[in-house]
């Protein structure tokens, strides 16, 4: 097998499509290199200390306690990609706001947003968990970096990846031209390009819910869960079967590779809290990842990439994966 690293195929998307200019392609360069440290630190386990909830039991600013590789892996992309010159802020899950390059380094033109390790409740428990990246365009002529520069909608981000830390750890990236993947030679300590083109299947038989929510569902939820749940006899006509990691990152990498749908949807527990999964650091990459990939990404009226930010933190509801499904239980919201 011919191998074409992260940095090869990163060079020669530029050249072929010129989206990649030199400081975009050192920033994602960073973040993989960044994702290889967290990897490592994850693969310790016990034996690194990594495991449990931090010393100071800190909560981040959702009121989620703060597990140790939370912290850990939001410093590791904090120091790996502060003094590279090619960011202008950074913004975090794990941190209130957002954090600008300090005065000592060069300013450059991209924001880099980043849920540093998702699928916490699965640390401890040695269950794959990852790390997602989003990275936006500065808005023109900004001098010094607010909040309000971040908030732009999911259809403007320039590159999105995630990295699975499971058996294997395995890099997946957009530029906007398609889905690459590549595993990390432990070996070498390079990212190998193992899919060229990632596809994902407009149909599918998988859907992916916390089931345990189902009485605080709404009624489109409810019902498009319903109807697959009656299997052939039922209005589907087909049987379905179901997978739930609690790591987003896992269960959309899935998807990825075999087609399925994921739905995190707002219920009706707390009215101001629309979902779980987070605008800026969970649905926004991933529906970029997904449409790329030929899927759909919607927050059940919209598409979550039409989506305008509000404010950093943003909960949205979440349903992506293969298209035709998608596009379906979009439809029982629009009928409700
Ligand atoms: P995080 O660990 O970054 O807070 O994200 C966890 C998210 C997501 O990864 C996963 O799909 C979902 O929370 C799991 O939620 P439940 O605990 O309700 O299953
Ligand atoms: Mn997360
Ligand atoms: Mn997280």
Known sequence: MKRISLTQHLIEEQRLHNTIPAELRLLIEVVARACKTIS??????????V?????????????????????????????ANEWGGHLA?????????????PNRYPMGEYLLLFDPLDGSSNIDV??????????????????????????????QQVAAGYAVYGPQTVLVLTTGNGVQSFTLDREMGSWVMTQKEAKIPEDTKEYAINASNARHWYAPVKRYVDEMQAGKTGPRGKDFNMRWIASMVADVHRILTRGGVFMYPADARDPDKPGKLRLMYEA?????????????????????????????????????????EVDLVTSYHRDA
Do not use: Y
Request: aromatic content about 4%; charged content about 20%; hydrophobic content about 40%.
């Open 284 to 324: 926004n990459p991933m529906a970029f990842i997904v449409e790329q990939a030929g899927g759909a990404a919607t927050d059940g009226k919209q598409r979550i990439l039409d989506i305008q930010p509000e404010k950093l933190h943003q909960r949205v509801p979440v349903f992506l994966g293969s298209k035709n």
């Open 126 to 155: 040695n269950v794959s968990i990852g790390t997602i990246f989003s990275v936006l365009k500065a808005p023109h002529g900004m001098t010094v970096p607010t909040e309000a520069a971040f908030l732009q909608p999911g259809s």
């Open 40 to 49: 490592h630190a994850v693969g310790k386990g016990a034996l690194g200390e």
């Open 89 to 101: 802020a950074m913004a975090s899950e794990e941190m209130e706001t957002i954090h600008p390059i």
């Open 51 to 79: 495991l449990g909830t931090s010393e100071a039991e800190s909560e981040n600013v959702q009121g989620e306690i703060q597990k140790k590789l939370d912290i850990i892996s939001n410093d590791i992309l904090l120091q």
